[in-house]
């Protein structure tokens, strides 16, 4: 079983609209959760990291949320476009785990007009 | 350029042949990592390599893999009698102080290896 599990696997929404990303994880303890975005056919890009301390980090129109009681963290998307669409990628690094980020498998966005 | 690269970008092959696989990191990043990308899957950790340290090959899946890195700058990563299931994209990533824990890491475009 991964410890870290996103959903939805893939979300369509339309341009302009707001969505929100889930990330539920079991990996304890972490120092750090990240969330990345991934183009197609590129590399994964940095859009938050937040310690275990930390409840909200925001990167222009994206928001993440943290709650390290429930082990759970969010990714909101505001006012998406077009170039939003991408893979969103949960990663969470436990304290002490040497060099082995664990990263969920994804959700899938794609915006429309 | 500015940022991290790899060669090649695609790279087909046939079942039982070696491939070589190239991770340019940004200039003066002391840390970089490998990771395999399968479809459908979460990225998978395969070595990392840290100034002049000996590399955490924790992550290396069988002993057909194996990796370098050149005066703590260029990497190889090099997958020898390739298998159907070595087919992802593999990804190479640096950071400029080695600290998983707090550092951005930057990731290439990753090279797409298919095994016929």
């Known amino acids: 079983k991964n410890q870290v599990e996103q959903s939805p696997q893939s979300l369509i929404i339309l341009e302009g609209k707001n969505c929100t990303l889930q990330?539920?994880?079991?990996?304890?303890?972490?120092?750090?959760l990240r969330w990345y975005k991934q183009d197609t056919g590129r590399g994964p890009v940095s859009l938050t990291i937040?310690?275990?301390?930390?409840n909200t980090k925001s990167n222009g129109r994206y928001t993440a949320t943290l709650d390290a009681d429930t082990k759970q963290s969010s990714l909101h998307i505001t006012a998406s476009q077009l170039s939003d669409s991408a893979s969103y990628i949960c990663?969470?690094?436990?304290?002490?785990?040497?060099?082995?980020?664990?990263f969920g498998t994804g959700t899938q966005l794609k915006v429309e007009l | 350029g500015a940022g991290v690269s790899q060669s090649p970008s695609n790279k087909v092959t046939e079942k039982g042949k070696d491939v070589e696989l190239r991770c340019d990191p940004i200039s003066g990043h002391t840390a970089l990592y490998w990771y395999r990308q399968s479809l459908g899957q979460g990225l998978e950790f395969l070595i990392y390599f840290q100034g002049n340290s000996a590399p955490d090959k924790s992550g290396l899946p069988s002993d057909r893999f194996s990796a370098e890195r050149t005066g703590g700058s260029v990497s190889t990563l090099t997958i020898q009698r390739t298998q159907q299931e070595d087919s992802a994209v593999y990804l190479c990533a640096s950071t400029g102080q080695g600290r998983v824990s707090t550092d951005t890491q930057y990731f290439g475009p990753g090279t797409r290896l298919t095994v016929l």
């Open positions: 990663v969470v690094i436990p304290t002490g785990g040497g060099n082995k980020l664990t």
């Open positions: 937040m310690t275990f301390s930390e």
């Open positions: 990330c539920n994880y079991t990996v304890s303890p972490f120092s750090n």
